[in-house]
């Protein structure tokens, strides 16, 4: 990829001239003369102050997803000359769906002996930061993401529901929210997609998770499933997490209950979305 595209994009990444110039090992003049060749180069402003603050211009912030896009497909053809016959796929998902959704097609797309994979499980925004890194190929998303960003389709709709000890109150009622605060909620890290749909459709009400009597934040489900079997709280998660697991009540509270999209996301103007799409319908 061009340099003065790489150079363009550390600059996007701290937003300071002097920084990226550390890290990129060059002067601040030098970094300066590159974007203003660019800029030259297309005919726009890529950046502006704003009270001496650095801010990309409307023009700067499609460069910046062409320039990801780039990157990405560059570093893709230099793969896939040195693989040859292999298949390898660098895939991220959010937590309920890397551990509760995604392991057949995972199954299936192993079985053929040369394939190759790395998978991490992650929250949503450590996943969009390594897909636009080129870390990733594509990301399983349950959270909320910028859709104008990125090329998405969707993987399925699944039920996001409230749960608690099989021999709690609210098992199995519509619960009304005033009733729902005097509980303890415990819920994930901020980050991840199950909880931002939640403090999403709170803040819609007038209320954030603080109007619970208490709240825990933890970022393993294994821990969360236990902690709400044993009756410490109450928490909010896709169902796919607990299924048919009897040691758990399901109650709805609308709206913070519903069903929800999942979300297959790549970057845009890439063969990613055809990868994505043969590993999951394989």
Known sequence: MDQRLETFLTVCATMNYRKAAEQLHLTQPAVTKQIQALEALYGVRLFTYDSRKLRKTPQGETLEIYAIS????????????????????????????????????????????????????????????????????????????????????????????????????????????????????????????????????????????????ANVCISSFKLIRHLVSEGCGVSFLYEAVVKDDAQFGHFSCPPLTGVHELNVVCLKNTNAPALARRFLEQ
């Open 70 to 213: 780039q990157r990405y497909q560059d570093e893709e053809l230099r793969r896939a000359l040195k693989r040859q016959e292999k298949t390898s796929l660098r895939i991220g998902a959010t937590k309920s769906i890397g551990d509760y959704i995604l392991l057949p097609q995972i199954s299936r797309f192993l079985k053929e002996p040369d394939n190759e994979l790395f998978f991490t499980v992650d929250n949503t925004a450590h996943l969009l930061a390594q897909l636009e890194g080129g870390e990733l190929d594509f990301v399983v998303l349950e959270g909320i993401f910028d859709k104008s960003r990125y090329e998405s389709f969707l993987l399925r709709n699944e039920p996001y529901i409230g749960i608690c000890a099989k021999d709690h109150p609210f098992s199995g009622r519509e619960v009304p929210m005033n009733e729902l605060f005097s509980e303890r909620l415990i819920l994930r890290e901020p980050g991840s997609g199950t909880r931002k749909i939640l403090e999403r459709e709170l803040m819609q009400c007038g209320y954030t998770v603080e109007a619970f009597r």
